[in-house]
């Protein structure tokens, strides 16, 4: 090889090494570059893992706070079912209640119909025979010398005191039926 080729030969591949060496060097600016993209996505990707982390233990927290409202929320449906079930047993007591007032209202009210009955026969049929037998005691007074009269008058007062006593027996029938009726309600 002549001096000339081997210069041009060098010459070459000087020429190539230093396209080679400039490569490289473009290479490595890259390579700086994109190191430094990725040091910066890293970053990134570190932000974003705390930010996740962070994220996290807040949906975390608030899972269990809603679990917490969940359980809350269960025992006062719980309470609330107790409480309407206590409020339909009170509504069938006060039901049953009114249903007795009622019944009751209705015996009073024959009770009070049968004391006014009661008080109409006393006024009226008692009254009757007692002022026939003080009118014929007052009568006697004045025939007491008369046999017949006196005889006819005593077997008015006689008339009067039978009347009085059938009165008097009807009247124990009575209070006696009342009576009867009232325990009857009683025991119910």
Same mark, same amino acid.
């Given at each position: ?25 473009? !290479? %490595?600016?890259? &390579?700086?570059? $994109?190191? =430094? +993209?990725?040091?910066? /996505? *890293?970053?990134?990707? @570190?932000? #974003? ?19 917490? !409202? %969940?359980?809350? &929320?269960?025992? $006062?449906? =719980? +309470?609330?079912?107790? /409480? *309407?079930?206590?409020? @339909?047993? #009170? ?23 049968? &004391? ?73």
């Amino acid at each position: 090889m002549t001096k000339k080729n081997t210069n041009d030969y060098n010459d070459s591949q000087a020429a190539e090494l230093t396209f080679q060496v400039l490569e490289k060097e473009k !290479r %490595a600016a890259e &390579l700086l570059i $994109a190191n =430094k +993209e990725l040091d910066f /996505q *890293n970053k990134e990707k @570190e932000k #974003r893992a705390a930010e996740l982390i962070i994220a996290n233990a807040e949906l975390s927290y608030q899972s269990e706070e809603k679990s917490k !409202r %969940a359980a809350e &929320l269960v025992i $006062a449906n =719980k +309470e609330l079912v107790f /409480q *309407n079930q206590e409020k @339909e047993k #009170r509504a069938n007591e006060l039901s049953i209640a009114y249903d007795k007032i009622k019944e009751t209202e209705g015996f009073l009210k024959e009770y009070i119909a049968g &004391l006014e009955k009661m008080m109409f026969m006393t006024h009226h049929k008692v009254r009757q025979p007692v002022a026939n037998i003080l009118g014929l005691a007052h009568t006697l007074e004045f025939y007491l010398t008369a046999p017949a009269t006196l005889k006819e008058l005593v077997s008015h007062m006689q008339t009067s005191a039978a009347d009085l006593d059938t009165f008097t027996r009807e009247l124990t029938a009575f209070i006696e039926e009342l009576e009867r009726k009232a325990k009857e309600k009683e025991s119910e």
